[in-house]
């Protein structure tokens, strides 16, 4: 039997059993397709990043003895789409199997379903071996209850893998090192440089404008940044628990002009496009942790919380909630993306960093994306479509299954409440206490209205007063409602006229 095995552009995991043994009667399928390019509109660096790790991949199965096909993006015989190509394939080769891994995305696994059930050759699934959960788990997990505890279930799985445990207790007796990873970046510690790669591109920048292939953003070719292949994966992630670790918690919520990445790992593309697994990362940790002693348990808490935690958790709600998710819309927004940001020009300086951040790099820490970019959405009232598309299209490490979960249900409460309590908003008050962006901006920090008010704070208070039938429940928001009914008739008035004045002219703010 000739077994036809296909492997998405996030598939691209070393260890999987697939590739264990060499055999001739089984030939892998990877492809460039304009499908993949269009259904939003990408960063360069996402795009050229995909292709890169995809080609390295497919090398080194061939170089391991595998039979590869490989699609590059301006072959001639590329139909652009998986089914027109799997056809032809299926055919000219005579296969009589067809075999695939389990994709990540919603709208794949349809297409994939729908392709096998019209073949007249036999198919399969297999799963892809990288996540610590299944599709399911989440789903099972909290079967009958109405919220998703992230705490809980990350709790769980610590204790299911005993992972900083001390028999059924965490290990310290606490789970939680929060409080203590709360901290501004004061410059008292430095921030080594970080990992870089450097290579040339030049080649797959070409054939994707010789394509005519839509994307935004700014790249240097010459110099490509990140990690696309297992080695580079692996050293960057080296390079982050001997570098970075010490200091990743203490200060993971810090945002700062002089520093773009901090202390985070920038471990999210190597992941998502799986040539590196989550255990893997985890054990590095903890090694650096149990056995180096370089690391206190803060900082590697706080860092396996994100991967062992929320990493496994926005999947499960993904599939737990799909394909309704994408449709939310709690809050009712529908107010339009404000042009900068395409192209950054802003003069609120915290969203100039971040969003110039994003367009030159693909990458913002996730501070910048929930407390400055998401933060400014959901209070000026982007419709969470607009907000989607964006993040799903800027960010090298986006994928719909951890993109949308993250931005229309963490960052966008349109949700109603699945993944976060209550929505993640502040004024300039968090902002400032973060980072020294509020210092060299020209909005003041301190004013609700009047002439340079920081927009941050007129929307913040907007947003609460037209929300209040929704959110004036939740006992978490309840204190907002306190003070705003403290507020005069006057002082809301000119609040709420400087928020409707700031959203019509919210492409020159
Ligand atoms: P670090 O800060 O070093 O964290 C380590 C790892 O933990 C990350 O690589 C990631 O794998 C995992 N992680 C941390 N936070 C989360 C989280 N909330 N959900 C899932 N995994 C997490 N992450 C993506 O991988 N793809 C996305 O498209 C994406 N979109 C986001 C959109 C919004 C609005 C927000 C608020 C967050 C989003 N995140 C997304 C989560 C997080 O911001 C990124 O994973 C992180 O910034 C990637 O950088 P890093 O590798 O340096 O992360
Ligand atoms: Fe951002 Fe407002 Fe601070 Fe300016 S004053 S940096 S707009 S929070």
Not at 351 to 365: G, P, R, T
């Amino acid at each position: 039997m000739k077994t036809l095995r296909l492997l998405l552009g996030d598939q691209l995991n070393h260890q999987h059993t697939w590739f264990k043994t060499v055999d001739k009667n089984i030939c892998y399928v990877l492809m460039e397709v304009k499908q993949e390019q269009e259904y939003v509109t990408h960063h360069i660096q996402k795009i050229i990043a995909f292709f890169s790790a995809m080609r390295n991949f497919a090398h080194e199965l061939q170089n391991q003895g595998h039979s590869v096909i490989y699609y590059k993006i301006d072959d001639e015989h590329n139909k652009h789409s998986f089914r027109e190509n799997l056809t032809e394939i299926i055919a000219q080769d005579s296969f009589s199997n067809f075999e695939y891994l389990l994709p990540d995305e919603y709208r794949l696994d349809v297409e994939l379903t729908n392709f096998c059930s019209g073949l007249s050759i036999t198919s399969k699934t297999v799963d892809t071996e990288h996540f610590y959960t299944h599709r399911e788990y989440l789903h099972d997990f909290f079967k009958g209850k109405k919220t998703f505890l992230m705490e809980s279930f990350y709790r769980a799985l610590r204790k299911k893998h005993n992972i900083l445990m001390d028999g059924e207790e965490p290990l310290t007796g606490r789970w939680n090192y929060d409080a203590e990873n709360r901290k501004k970046y004061d410059g008292k510690v430095s921030v080594p440089d970080a990992i870089t790669f450097k290579s040339n591109q030049q080649e797959i920048f070409e054939s994707i404008q010789k394509m005519n292939i839509p994307f935004f953003g700014n790249v240097e070719v010459s110099k490509f940044d990140w990690p696309c292949s297992r080695v580079e994966a692996l050293q960057v992630l080296q390079y982050f628990v001997k570098n970075l670790l010490p200091n990743f918690g203490t200060y993971e919520d810090a945002l700062s002009t002089q520093h773009k990445d901090l202390f985070h790992s920038r471990l999210s593309f190597a992941l998502n496009v799986k040539l590196i697994s989550p255990q893997e990362v985890v054990h590095a940790v903890l090694l650096e942790f149990e056995n180096n002693h370089t690391v206190d348990i803060a900082q590697a808490e706080g860092f396996i919380r994100q991967i062992l935690g929320w990493r496994e958790y926005m999947r499960g709600v993904y599939w737990a909630k799909m394909p309704a998710f994408s449709q939310l819309n709690y809050l009712d927004h529908k107010e339009a993306l404000p042009t900068w940001f395409w192209d950054g020009k802003t003069q609120m300086n915290c969203l100039k960093h971040c969003i110039n951040n994003s367009l030159d790099n693909a990458y913002a820490h996730h501070i910048q994306r929930l407390m400055v970019i998401g933060n400014f959405c959901l209070l000026a009232g982007i419709h969470p479509d607009f907000v989607d598309q964006w993040y799903l299209g800027v960010y090298i490490d986006a994928v719909e299954w951890v993109e949308i979960t993250n931005t229309r249900g963490m960052s966008q409460f349109a949700d109603g409440g699945i993944v976060g309590s209550k929505p993640y908003v502040s004024s300039a008050n968090y902002i400032d206490k973060m980072s020294d962006y509020c210092a060299g901006c020209k909005y003041d920090k301190k004013s609700r209205y009047g002439p340079n008010a920081c927009p941050f704070n007129s929307f913040y208070w907007d947003f609460h007063i037209r929300h209040r039938k929704k959110l004036e429940k939740n006992p978490r928001i309840g204190m907002m409602y306190r003070l705003i009914d403290k507020m005069t008739a006057d002082e809301i008035t000119k609040i709420r006229q400087k928020a409707a004045s700031y959203k019509s002219a919210i492409n020159n703010l």
